[in-house]
């Protein structure tokens, strides 16, 4: 042994193997540098660190060969010894690689919802941020604290070499539970942050807590005594100092959005963080209205807030998007809301996302829309907000498996988000991929309990398959407000053939409709309610109320010439009053006039929309050609695809029944569906 160790200080071991450790950090510090930047996933690092430490046993055996001169001399034994700890070494870290836990959800892992998140990994930079405690005397100021954690949750979300768990799926805990580790396991994260926040007039007092999950132990807590208008810096310190105890380094574009201060007016941030409080609440009139006015308050009480212009770009982009409201004004204040967050705050990651969503949305660019998404989500790839947009731009332009994987990275952010296994369910049905699309909606149920949305979209994929007795159970509630979800309900009356209930129902609906209902939602109804009168034989009936959805569509497609959807109910209404040439007429020139999404492989909602106007006036040819096109392709809008199980059940196609040809189309299968979920292909 003695010899041994002579051998060792000759061969210069020790100098080697220090050399060797100073050259791997050195670079395991820039490429985490450079990986931060680009955004690079985490297995990058891991396998750069166990490429490292394979060679730093391989970097051992050419020094022994290679030490001192005239001493290589190596003995048998000597061989066998290096082999051996070669051999054993390597083979341990490759086990350790193939055994570490997966940084992917499995969407078949389990039919509880805890089994199917305990499969992500828990990397030590991983971390929740659980709702912030209101500690107020005014319990109206819950929406502050919500606001206070979803702020720091931004902005370590803007650290690329973190993994932050979403908003959505830390709601559901309590600010301050006894079972962490147990929380910890079911969003796959390493570490928590606790809070408090009191506010007493200006004045605001914050605390936080750091927590290590395993063991239940702090890593770090203080306590913030701040004015209002300081607010900002105590969410950048607070990151920065997260940042530092999880090794995150802040370089660049991180550094910045961490530590900006947005405002110092009291009052601007307080309508800000009540109209983000009320945007995530859900996309509904009751909070996006509030919502909106509040962010209109906050620019307007602090012009030069650019996160809050950003934020209403956004808001502004969605309800044009859905149609609520896409007049010119609306439009010029997305535009105006968009182009100051850009001339304040260019580079922020919230302005860039404000466009991007833009251009998506509203401009209707796709592939400059993806671009731009794609670039943001390297920047930004904690944002799942960007991912599921992306996700929708690139479904929109086709490529159905690349947004399928971009959901499965947003359930790696948001694992006990139901909304986005809702999101599943919707683009599994217009998939045809039904099995897939069931099992993703009871996912969301387990999240969500007795979700109505989620009822619905079970009853979207039995009224596909033909099953109305399922369908039926699935929309046993009936809206009791007009809402887009009415329409899924009239489509069951009428493939049951049985309208006289449902024209009472949506009767009184109508009836309670006020100025602050969507008018596309009232044109909508009347048409729906026209139809079931039809089927119904009270034709008088029907055309009074096509009449009236014509009145309401007519003036809004002429003022908000880009509304789709208000396009739609108009040709629908023209249609049930007999006026089928001008409605396919006013189809012929809008295509050209609006020709398709700049970059989208097609238009296949307009396409059904046509088809199911050629059948309703029975050009034959004209409708066989366009559903045998659009049984062939995936696509969907406020209703799945079309399905054999459509052509045989849905009144529509009652005038092409006895077409051989159709017949044919009715009897057969839907394409066979795609591999299952979570299964690559």
């Given at each position: 042994m003695a010899e041994f160790l002579v051998r060792l200080k000759q061969r210069k071991l020790v100098q080697w193997a220090l050399a060797y450790v100073a050259f791997a950090f050195a670079v395991i510090q820039v490429v985490d540098v450079i990986a931060q930047r680009f955004a690079w996933p985490g297995q990058i690092e891991k396998l750069l660190i166990l490429a490292l430490a394979v060679g730093f046993l391989v970097a051992l055996v050419l020094a022994w060969y290679h030490g001192e001169r005239g001493a290589q001399k190596v003995s048998g034994t000597e061989i066998v010894i290096l082999a051996l700890l070669l051999a054993i070494g390597g083979g341990l870290l490759w086990q350790f690689e193939r055994n570490?836990?997966?940084?992917?959800?499995?969407?078949?892992?389990?039919?509880?919802?805890?089994?199917?998140?305990?499969?992500?990994?828990a990397d030590r930079r991983s971390i929740a941020v659980l709702p912030f405690e209101n500690l107020s005397s005014d319990k109206d100021n819950a929406y502050f604290a919500a606001g206070m954690q979803d702020e720091i949750l931004t902005r370590l979300s803007k650290i690329g070499t973190l993994r932050v768990i979403s908003r959505t799926?830390?709601?559901?805990?309590?600010?301050?539970?006894?079972?962490?580790?147990e929380i910890a396991r079911k969003l796959g994260v390493a570490n928590i942050l606790e809070g408090s926040v009191q506010r007493v007039g200006n004045k605001v007092r914050i605390n936080v807590q750091l927590i290590q999950a395993k063991g239940d132990s702090d890593l770090w807590s203080d306590t913030y005594d701040r004015t209002l208008d300081d607010v900002f810096t105590v969410q950048g310190e607070v990151a920065g100092r997260i940042a530092d105890h999880l090794g995150a380094a802040l370089n660049g574009t991180a550094k910045r959005e961490v530590a900006v201060v947005q405002t110092r007016n009291g009052a601007a941030l307080d309508a800000y963080l009540r109209g983000v409080a009320l945007s995530y609440r859900g996309f509904s009139d009751s909070d996006s209205i509030p919502a909106l006015h509040a962010l209109q308050q906050a620019v307007k009480a602090d012009p030069g807030f650019a996160q809050a212009w950003a934020a209403l770009a956004v808001l502004d982009t969605r309800m044009i998007y859905i149609g609520w409201d896409s007049s010119p004004e609306r439009r010029a204040e997305c535009l105006h809301a968009l182009e100051t967050a850009e001339r304040l705050q260019p580079g922020a990651l919230d302005t860039?996302?404000?466009?991007?969503?833009?251009?998506?949305?509203?401009?209707v660019d796709l592939g400059d829309a993806r671009k731009r998404l794609e670039d943001l989500h390297t920047r930004w790839p904690n944002d799942v907000h960007t991912l599921l947009a992306l996700s929708g731009t690139?479904?929109?332009l086709g490529d159905w498996e690349r947004a399928d994987d971009l959901q499965q990275q947003a359930l790696r952010l948001d694992p006990l988000?139901?909304?986005?296994?809702?999101?599943?369910a919707v683009s599994a049905t217009n998939e045809r991929r039904f099995d897939v699309a069931l099992a993703a909606a009871d996912r969301a149920l387990a999240l969500a309990p007795g979700d109505e949305e989620t009822r619905q979209l079970q009853g979207d994929v039995y009224l596909a398959q033909g099953d109305l007795v399922r369908a039926a159970q699935a929309l046993d509630h009936l809206p009791t407000r007009l809402s887009d979800q009415c329409h899924q309900y009239v489509v069951l009356a009428r493939m049951q053939r049985r309208p006289g209930p449902a024209i009472a129902w949506l009767r009184g609906l109508l009836e309670r409709a006020d100025a602050h209902t969507p008018p596309v939602e009232v044109g909508f109804g009347y048409v729906d309610l026209g139809?079931?009168?039809?089927?119904n034989s009270d034709h008088a009936g029907a055309i009074a109320s096509y009449q009236r959805a014509r009145e309401l569509m007519q003036p809004l497609v002429e003022r908000e010439p880009d509304n789709d959807w208000a396009f739609g109910v108009l040709t629908y209404a023209r249609i049930g009053l007999g006026d089928g040439a001008s409605a396919l007429a006013a189809m012929e020139q809008r295509q050209t006039t609006q020709p398709e999404a700049k970059g989208a492989t097609n238009d296949d909602e307009v396409r059904e929309l046509r088809a199911r106007i050629f059948a309703r006036l029975g050009r034959r040819p004209e409708a066989i050609a366009e559903v045998r096109y659009l049984l062939g392709v995936n696509y969907g809008g406020l209703m799945p695809p079309l399905t054999p199980a459509f052509l045989r059940l849905d009144p529509d196609f009652d005038r092409l029944r006895d077409d051989p040809e159709f017949q044919k189309l009715a009897a057969?299968?839907?394409a066979t569906p795609r591999a299952s979920f979570g299964v690559k292909r």
């Open positions: 570490a836990p997966s940084t992917s959800l499995n969407f078949h892992a389990a039919a509880n919802p805890d089994a199917a998140t305990s499969v992500v990994s799926s830390t709601l559901p805990f309590a600010s301050h539970p006894e079972n962490l580790p860039l996302y404000a466009r991007a969503f833009y251009v998506a949305y509203v401009q690139v479904r929109r988000n139901a909304g986005i296994y809702r999101d599943i139809d079931l009168q039809q089927l057969g299968d839907v």
